[in-house]
T-cell receptor, first 116, second 113 residues
Framework: ETGVTQTPRHLVMGMTNKKSLKCEQH?????MYWYKQSAKKPLELMFV???????ENNSVPSRFSPECPNSSHLFLHLHTLQPEDSALYLC???????????????FGPGTRLTVL | DQQVKQNSPSLSVQEGRISILNCDYT??????FLWYKKYPAEGPTFLIS?????DKNEDGRFTVFLNKSAKHLSLHIVPSQPGDSAVYFC????????????FGTGTRLTVIP
């Protein structure tokens, strides 16, 4: 596998379900991100991890819970979601800006989430 | 309030001609700008970037221009090819929260053969 991978690619869940999205990067990066893309809206940054530490939580509801066990893996745990949470969830990785001085982010293909 | 705006949701261009995609921003603290391309069912792919110390950066058929006084940047693709048909996103970041990128809503480019 190369680049940034995400599983599953599609997920349908009920409002009472618990599910997890998984992201893995094979680029040797040390920063990872979760974004949400809703229809006709810009990508919204949700969470940022630098060297496995969460450095940004962009006012995301607690029904979204991130986990970063190491610098290559990132999870998004989902619990009691609402239909308006249906969106494309994108994971990205980059070198940490402080280290590299630039922050081109590399994206995975996304998970298309539908909440019924 | 959106800090990065792409006011044209779509653009159609004849193959071989120039495509010009525009982006405006409101935050004067932004100092690094990127363009991403997205095909259906794929994540955004980094295309080209520019730092605020420059006003132009060129990479093959792609050139990004930055006008800091107008808080405006543009992406020029010349000559345009059918494979360039995709959604193009403009993004910006600043020294504060330097890892954070702020994205526009995207412009769908269609290159007509």
């Amino acid at each position: 596998e190369t680049g940034v991978t995400q599983t599953p690619r599609h997920l349908v869940m009920g409002m009472t379900n618990k599910k997890s999205l998984k992201c893995e990067q094979h680029l040797g990066h040390n920063a990872m991100y979760w974004y949400k893309q809703s229809a006709k809206k810009p990508l919204e940054l949700m969470f940022v991890y630098n060297f496995k530490e969460q450095t940004e939580n962009n006012s995301v509801p607690s029904r979204f819970s991130p986990e970063c066990p190491n610098s290559s893996h990132l999870f998004l745990h989902l619990h009691t979601l609402q239909p308006e949470d249906s969106a494309l969830y994108l994971c990205a990785s980059s070198q940490d800006f402080e280290t590299s001085g630039y922050n081109e982010q590399f994206f995975g293909p996304g998970t298309r989430l539908t909440v019924l | 309030d959106q800090q990065v705006k792409q006011n044209s949701p779509s653009l159609s261009v004849q193959e071989g001609r120039i495509s010009i995609l525009n982006c405006d921003y409101t935050n004067s603290m932004f100092d690094y700008f990127l363009w991403y391309k997205k095909y259906p069912a794929e994540g955004p792919t980094f295309l080209i970037s520019i730092s605020s110390i420059k006003d132009k950066n060129e990479d093959g058929r792609f050139t990004v221009f930055l006008n800091k006084s107008a808080k405006h940047l543009s992406l020029h693709i010349v000559p345009s090819q059918p494979g360039d048909s995709a959604v193009y996103f403009c993004a910006a970041s600043g020294n504060h929260g330097a890892n954070n990128l702020f994205f526009g809503t995207g412009t769908r480019l269609t290159v007509i053969p």
